[in-house]
């Protein structure tokens, strides 16, 4: 077999896997929507089956052969060329999936479900004791699946990676501490300005009809192609890209406070721009799927806060949001409305929290995974140990555990490693968005003007065509020209609060 005819095999086969987990997506969006609730045991098959299947696939002997069959030849000989990209992500992929014992992997998806329902249910009866043994036995697989995957300097960076290829601890915990050094003056500093802005404005009567439509008016603005895509409703939104022509984003309303849907639908947005604009020709293999988490919460970021918090989307926007609820904002002027998008106010749940407080939940999570992982914290002393760094970090006292350390779903789903994206995200948002204003100088008069057209064909060159052809900080550096650093996000959120807050 010619390298070229293994190359054109091994990508027959990754697609073909691929086709299996979008089947998988399309009944993860159903059973989010309209699955009928009695139909969850019958799902639940559907899915294991599919992921065994794929997982088969993914890690069938034959795929090492092929790749070792490509690999030192000049097929791959051009480290950037697509061949030697996807042919780099499937080897990384396939020897983090057989390094792990099939025991783990089962044992891992067994404890996860389980521990989601228990996780719930201690959330909701606001009872930590129900979730620790659940925790207990996590933190211990994770271990062992760091272990078995192996790393240079952390446990922590074996699973970092799985989210942020090529990422490390150490070198996020200098960017980290540095960004914290950075916002704690500049939070205290806004609480001590003595301004806050009209917050009643957002929680008046919104009529749910109306902000649907107004809601999906905006997303179309933006860029996002409902030819190709859904916007529907649930209880935990999110994004799916299902594969070419078909990417359902979905929110959640609620009539009396403006924000909680109208936000979340841009972010679904910038995510779905994203895989709407992934190559469609390179669909199911490396190159035709997103870079990583970071870089896409760099997107969704992007739309919501970059764009959509920014005083030129609401020149053009306000006024008609007046006209779509005129009795409700009656007495509410653009700048009224401007500042109370712009609201900065410690509180206690991260999905809640503004632009720059918002990194402040995310540090305090990441500090406290990597204590779990090292064995430093026990999973029984977290609810101290989140107390103690809230207090410290954000001066406020967590009054229970749901409000504290069991807010979050993702470690009961053993996604440690995975809430550093989302303050990469806005790193890497502000950075490239100073990279399109200086490409773009008239983006502000553009958006002015509904019109957010340049900015999208900006990041289709930038980032969307790419796939995973670049590991994430290399597709950083080829677009910014710059390594990873907190500058541009603090002066981005310093050039927005000074003014509104009088600093
Ligand atoms: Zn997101």
Same mark, same amino acid.
């Given at each position: 077999?010619?390298?070229?005819?293994?190359?054109?095999?091994?990508?027959?086969?990754?697609?073909?896997?691929?086709?299996?987990?979008?089947?998988?997506?399309?009944?993860?969006? *159903?059973?989010?929507?309209?699955?009928?609730?009695?139909?969850?045991?019958?799902?639940?098959?559907?899915?294991?089956?599919?992921?065994?299947?794929?997982?088969?696939?993914?890690?069938?002997?034959?795929?090492?052969?092929?790749?070792?069959?490509?690999?030192?030849?000049?097929?791959?000989?051009?480290?950037?060329?697509?061949?030697?990209?996807?042919?780099?992500?499937?080897?990384?992929?396939? *020897?983090?999936?057989?390094?792990?014992?099939?025991?783990?992997? @089962?044992?891992?998806?067994?404890?996860?479900?389980?521990?989601?329902?228990?996780?719930?249910?201690?959330?909701?009866?606001?009872?930590?004791?129900?979730?620790?043994?659940?925790?207990?036995? /996590?933190?211990?697989?994770?271990?062992?699946?760091?272990?078995?995957?192996?790393?240079?300097?952390?446990?922590?960076?074996?699973?970092?990676?799985?989210?942020?290829?090529?990422?490390?601890?150490?070198? /996020?915990?200098?960017?980290?501490?540095?960004?914290?050094?950075?916002?704690?003056?500049?939070?205290?500093?806004?609480?001590?300005?003595?301004?806050?802005?009209?917050?009643?404005?957002?929680?008046?009567?919104?009529?749910?009809?109306?902000?649907?439509?107004?809601?999906?008016?905006?997303?179309?603005?933006?860029?996002?192609?409902?030819?190709?895509?859904?916007?529907?409703?649930?209880?935990?939104?999110?994004?799916?890209?299902?594969?070419?022509?078909?990417?359902?984003?979905?929110?959640?309303?609620?009539?009396? &406070? &403006?924000?909680?849907?109208?936000?979340?639908?841009?972010?679904?947005?910038?995510?779905?721009?994203?895989?709407?604009?992934?190559?469609?020709?390179?669909?199911?293999?490396?190159?035709?799927?997103?870079?990583?988490?970071?870089?896409?919460?760099?997107?969704?970021?992007?739309?919501?806060?970059?764009?959509?918090?920014?005083?030129?989307?609401?020149?053009?926007?306000?006024?008609?949001?007046?006209?779509?609820?005129? @009795?409700?904002?009656?007495?509410?002027?653009?700048?009224?409305?401007?500042?109370?998008?712009? *609201?900065?106010?410690?509180?206690?749940?991260?999905?809640?929290?503004?632009?720059?407080?918002?990194?402040?939940?995310?540090?305090?999570?990441?500090?406290?995974?990597?204590?779990?992982?090292?064995?430093?914290?026990?999973?029984?002393?977290?609810?101290?140990?989140?107390?103690?760094?809230?207090?410290?970090?954000?001066?406020?006292?967590?009054?229970?555990?749901?409000?504290?350390?069991?807010?979050?779903?993702?470690?009961?789903?053993?996604?440690?490693?995975?809430?550093?994206?989302?303050?990469?995200?806005?790193?890497?948002?502000?950075?490239?968005?100073?990279?399109?204003?200086?490409?773009?100088?008239?983006?502000?008069?553009?958006?002015?003007?509904?019109?957010?057209?340049?900015?999208?064909?900006?990041?289709?060159?930038?980032?969307?065509?790419?796939?995973?052809?670049?590991?994430?900080?290399?597709?950083?550096?080829? /677009?910014?020209?710059?390594?990873?650093?907190?500058?541009?996000?603090?002066?981005?959120?310093?050039?927005?609060?000074?003014?509104?807050?009088?600093?």
């Amino acid at each position: 077999m010619t390298p070229e005819q293994a190359y054109s095999d091994l990508i027959d086969r990754i697609r073909e896997a691929s086709v299996l987990s979008s089947c998988a997506a399309v009944l993860g969006w *159903d059973e989010r929507t309209y699955m009928p609730r009695q139909g969850a045991a019958h799902r639940a098959r559907q899915m294991a089956l599919l992921a065994r299947l794929g997982h088969e696939r993914l890690t069938a002997p034959v795929i090492g052969e092929r790749l070792s069959q490509i690999e030192g030849t000049s097929l791959v000989a051009e480290p950037d060329s697509i061949p030697a990209a996807n042919v780099r992500e499937i080897r990384r992929a396939y *020897d983090r999936a057989v390094k792990l014992p099939s025991d783990l992997v @089962e044992e891992l998806a067994q404890v996860t479900t389980e521990a989601q329902g228990a996780w719930q249910r201690a959330r909701q009866e606001n009872d930590f004791a129900q979730f620790r043994p659940w925790l207990e036995r /996590i933190v211990a697989l994770k271990q062992r699946e760091a272990d078995a995957v192996g790393y240079r300097e952390s446990r922590y960076d074996a699973l970092l990676d799985e989210f942020e290829p090529g990422a490390t601890s150490s070198e /996020i915990a200098r960017l980290f501490a540095d960004l914290s050094r950075e916002l704690t003056p500049l939070i205290a500093a806004i609480r001590e300005s003595g301004r806050t802005p009209r917050r009643d404005v957002l929680q008046r009567e919104f009529p749910v009809d109306r902000q649907q439509m107004f809601g999906q008016a905006a997303a179309a603005a933006l860029g996002f192609d409902f030819d190709s895509g859904r916007l529907d409703t649930t209880t935990h939104p999110f994004c799916t890209g299902i594969g070419p022509g078909d990417t359902r984003i979905l929110t959640r309303y609620n009539p009396r &406070f &403006f924000s909680e849907a109208f936000f979340g639908i841009l972010h679904e947005t910038g995510h779905g721009m994203y895989e709407q604009g992934l190559p469609p020709d390179h669909a199911g293999t490396p190159c035709g799927s997103a870079c990583s988490f970071g870089i896409h919460e760099s997107q969704s970021r992007m739309w919501e806060n970059q764009v959509g918090r920014s005083r030129p989307f609401w020149d053009h926007f306000f006024p008609r949001l007046r006209q779509t609820f005129p @009795e409700t904002l009656r007495d509410v002027s653009l700048d009224d409305w401007y500042f109370a998008v712009n *609201d900065v106010q410690p509180s206690f749940i991260r999905v809640e929290a503004d632009e720059a407080t918002y990194n402040l939940h995310i540090i305090l999570r990441f500090e406290l995974e990597q204590a779990l992982m090292t064995g430093d914290l026990a999973p029984a002393d977290l609810p101290g140990a989140w107390n103690d760094r809230f207090r410290a970090m954000l001066k406020l006292s967590p009054p229970n555990d749901a409000q504290g350390c069991l807010q979050d779903i993702h470690w009961s789903f053993g996604g440690i490693g995975y809430f550093p994206t989302y303050t990469l995200g806005n790193l890497y948002a502000a950075q490239f968005m100073v990279a399109a204003r200086r490409d773009l100088p008239r983006l502000d008069e553009d958006f002015r003007r509904g019109d957010f057209q340049a900015l999208k064909d900006w990041l289709r060159d930038a980032v969307y065509q790419h796939g995973q052809r670049y590991r994430p900080i290399e597709l950083y550096r080829r /677009i910014t020209g710059r390594p990873l650093e907190n500058r541009p996000f603090i002066d981005y959120l310093r050039d927005k609060y000074e003014p509104l807050y009088g600093l």
